[in-house]
């Protein structure tokens, strides 16, 4: 009962297993790994095939009561941004070889080169900009097209070499009296690094 309880299945111990739906069959399968206390859980792409919820369910127990108690999880799945979810290391495999194994952060960081920033500014003139595009450490600037823009904001991606350079760059805005509307800095995702360290393979 209290692996059952751990699982969310206590309200269900003594229904038929015909009768529970795929979800419960998972969690039920969970169960049975966790009854002899094992400090090492194997668990091969546990939330294949569920609905949004049930997976949920099953990556939040994993991250909070299996690791919580100090046992180790080697946790296979396809779903990259998932293993971001719960992971502290992460192994990527390639045709049966292990290409990579580092934390989230460490694999994103693999593949970052540059720094992605995205700007929204009011009341910026192709002069402004021009001269934005001469400041030391930045590689370029494109103006972006968006829908959602009003007519006197450009929205801007500027491409810098390292963050470093940004507290130039809102200096200038600053002094030129450029309202800054909203910044959004772009990481490279876990697919990004999936895909990177796939390819070099």
Do not use: W
Not at 34 to 63: K, M
Not at 116 to 145: H, N
């Amino acid at each position: 009962m209290e692996v059952l309880k751990l699982v969310g299945l206590e309200n269900s111990a003594f229904d038929l297993y015909q009768k529970y739906s795929g979800g419960m069959k998972r969690k039920l399968s969970l169960a049975r790994t966790l009854l002899p206390d094992p400090p090492i859980i194997l668990l091969d792409e546990p939330t294949t095939g569920l609905d949004a919820i049930s997976a949920r369910n099953i990556r939040e127990f994993v991250r909070n009561t299996v690791q919580e108690s100090g046992k180790t999880v080697l946790y296979t799945t396809h779903y990259i941004e998932e293993a971001a979810q719960i992971c502290d290391k992460i192994g990527i495999l390639n045709r049966g070889k292990l290409v990579a194994c580092d934390t989230p952060d460490a694999l994103r960081d693999r593949i970052k080169k540059e720094e992605l920033i995205y700007l929204i500014v009011e009341d910026i003139t192709q002069a402004q900009i021009e001269k934005m595009r001469s400041f030391q450490g930045v590689i370029s600037i494109t103006e972006k097209t968006d829908e959602d823009l009003m007519p006197n904001q450009k929205g801007l991606c500027l491409e810098l070499k390292n963050v470093d350079q940004l507290p130039s760059i809102f200096d200038f805005l600053f002094e030129q009296k450029i309202k800054l509307v909203n910044f959004k800095r772009e990481e490279p995702t876990l697919e990004d690094a999936f895909i990177e360290l796939t390819k070099r393979a």
